[in-house]
T-cell receptor, first 113, second 115 residues
Framework: DAGVIQSPRHEVTEMGQEVTLRCKPI?????LFWYRQTMMRGLELLIY????????DSGMPEDRFSAKMPNASFSTLKIQPSEPRDSAVYFC???????????FGQGTRLTVV | AQSVSQHNHHVILSEAASLELGCNYS??????LFWYVQYPGQHLQLLLK??????LVKGIKGFEAEFIKSKFSFNLRKPSVQWSDTAEYFC?????????????FGTGTQLKVEL
């Protein structure tokens, strides 16, 4: 099993640009979580999906952030427009339904300059 | 709102010292409990988990945790730490509510083990 696959691993972009982060869950996992980790705020849950449906997006910081899960094999987190304060490591994690052991991807380190 | 509290934000120990990291969660019915570890520059990895049964759970690398239901606690322990245990440790709880899973993490405890 390849585990949770995130891309890109590193992203450097200029303020105002659109950023798209990608996640491929482990096959058979139908819960998917997007987290953001910073020194100041620690690990924050942004949004999570169950069976491709967004269940709780209360952690999404503002309208500049959006997430989609068009099918069971793929999810995106988009920031438009990006700002320097969005710089963080973004993790995707997935789990089997009702067995909430979550497996994390390697993360995407985003730097907005 | 359901929450997870880790009271120790930074812990510094010498090698061979014993470790105990606290974790408490708010009341909310049946829970699944987890400890994750994040080594510097890496992603979170599962150390151990508790779903039901024996409240003393043994995980990888000599770690164990004890679920005390009456105290809403799930403290992590290791009898003798090593320099390689330097990492950040996260307690996580999942309340088995309707609407799917929602894993909630504590703020983490940064452990530094000195030689």
């Amino acid at each position: 099993d390849a585990g949770v696959i995130q891309s890109p691993r590193h992203e450097v972009t200029e303020m105002g640009q659109e950023v798209t982060l990608r996640c491929k869950p482990i096959s058979g996992h139908n819960s998917l979580f997007w987290y953001r980790q910073t020194m100041m705020r620690g690990l924050e849950l942004l949004i999570y999906f169950n069976n491709n449906v967004p269940i709780d997006d209360s952690g999404m910081p503002e309208d500049r952030f959006s997430a989609k899960m068009p099918n069971a094999s793929f999810s995106t987190l988009k920031i438009q427009p990006s700002e320097p304060r969005d710089s963080a490591v973004y993790f995707c994690a997935t789990s089997r339904d009702r067995v909430v052991e979550a497996f994390f991807g390697q993360g995407t380190r985003l730097t907005v300059v | 709102a359901q929450s997870v509290s880790q009271h120790n934000h930074h812990v510094i120990l010498s090698e061979a010292a014993s470790l105990e990291l606290g974790c408490n969660y708010s009341y909310g019915g049946t829970v699944n409990l987890f400890w994750y570890v994040q080594y510097p520059g890496q992603h979170l990895q599962l150390l151990l988990k508790y779903f039901s049964g024996d409240p003393l759970v043994k995980g990888i690398k000599g770690f164990e945790a004890e679920f005390i239901k009456s105290k809403f606690s799930f403290n992590l322990r290791k009898p003798s730490v090593q320099w390689s245990d330097t990492a950040e440790y996260f307690c996580a709880v999942s309340w088995l509510t309707g609407g799917g899973n929602k894993l909630t993490f504590g703020t983490g405890t940064q452990l530094k083990v000195e030689l």
